[in-house]
């Protein structure tokens, strides 16, 4: 049986998000942004972040499989929904729920970077930094420090638990 722990409340993400939602208000102040939610995990993350911005935006979404299941992306990542708007020239905020290994968010970041996109920038519900395999920054990182494996609040396992308000750490 699992057991979970919580780890961040409905609460304090709301606040977090809410603080992204400003921060990201003003460092795009003067241009239109594209909000690109990465599926399935970012469905929530977005919906809240997206009301937190004041400055106009659009938003679209991706989806990124990676061989091998559950835990983290092993390997190669495949595209499996491309963006439907053009990005040529766009400013474009890729919006995860974690970043783990890195694999995801450089392929995607890379992938719209040579679509023609004028900017690239990464929010992430939590950034896992210290389980990095390749390079990726996050530009606006929700929570760090969070290690095990967590659901809720858009996350799963075996695309359970994504339902929840609050983020939960599981034990086995
Ligand atoms: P990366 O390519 O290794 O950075 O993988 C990131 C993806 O792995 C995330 O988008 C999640 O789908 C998944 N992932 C990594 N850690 C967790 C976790 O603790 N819970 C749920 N999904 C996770
Ligand atoms: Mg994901």
């Known amino acids: 049986m699992e057991e979970m722990e ?13 603080e992204l939602g400003r921060r990201i208000s003003e460092d795009y102040r003067g241009r239109e942004l594209v909000l690109v939610g990465v599926l399935k995990g970012a469905f929530m993350i977005i919906a809240d972040l ?4 004041t400055t106009p935006l659009q938003i679209d979404f991706v989806r990124a499989a990676s061989y091998g299941q559950a835990t983290s992306s092993c390997g190669e990542v ?3 929904k491309d ?12 919006v995860e729920d974690i970043v783990d290994s890195g694999r995801t968010m450089a392929k995607l970041k890379q992938h719209l970077l040579a679509k023609g996109a004028a900017s690239v920038r990464i929010c ?8 990095r395999e390749v390079e990726v920054e996050v530009d606006y ?32």
Request: glycine content about 10%; overall charge positive.
């Open 6 to 18: 919580l780890l961040f409340s409905a609460s304090e993400i709301a606040a977090r998000v809410g």
């Open 124 to 131: 992430a519900l939590i950034d896992k930094s210290e389980r």
């Open 50 to 53: 997206a009301r937190a911005i």
């Open 141 to 172: 990182p929700g929570f760090t420090n969070a290690g095990g494996f967590l659901v809720g609040y858009g996350l799963d396992c075996a695309e359970r638990h994504r339902q929840y308000p609050a983020v939960y750490r599981i034990r086995e």
């Open 83 to 94: 963006l439907e708007l053009d990005p040529t020239g766009r400013h474009l905020l890729l």
């Open 78 to 80: 495949r595209l499996s």
